[in-house]
């Protein structure tokens, strides 16, 4: 896109391209990193919910399917975390 300077209109140099290019590294590189932030404490938020009042041993001996439901939960989000992250490396990329 051609910018105006004064009146003018410029095309954009390929300095401009590569500035961009930087800045969507850059934004690409936060984003990321809060995507793991936010998400890491979602799930630790919200495993803390699920089994705060639970004795987790007591679910490792017997794994009722309410426990087996609420790790494949927390396994689940993780994961979705995780392909949000690969999701915006490989959209810097392009």
Request: hydrophobic fraction near 50%.
């Amino acid at each position: 896109m051609a910018k105006r300077t004064h009146g003018e209109t410029r095309v954009p140099s390929t300095i401009d391209d590569l500035d961009q290019k930087e800045d969507v590294n850059t934004l690409a590189w936060w984003g990321s990193k809060a995507i793991w932030a936010i998400g890491g404490v979602l799930v630790a938020f919200f495993a803390w919910l699920q089994l705060k009042w639970v004795p987790v041993l007591a679910y490792v001996q017997n794994t009722t399917p309410e426990a087996l439901t609420k790790a494949t939960l927390i396994l689940y989000f993780a994961c979705w975390m995780a392909g949000c992250s690969f999701d915006t490396k490989m959209q810097q990329r392009i």
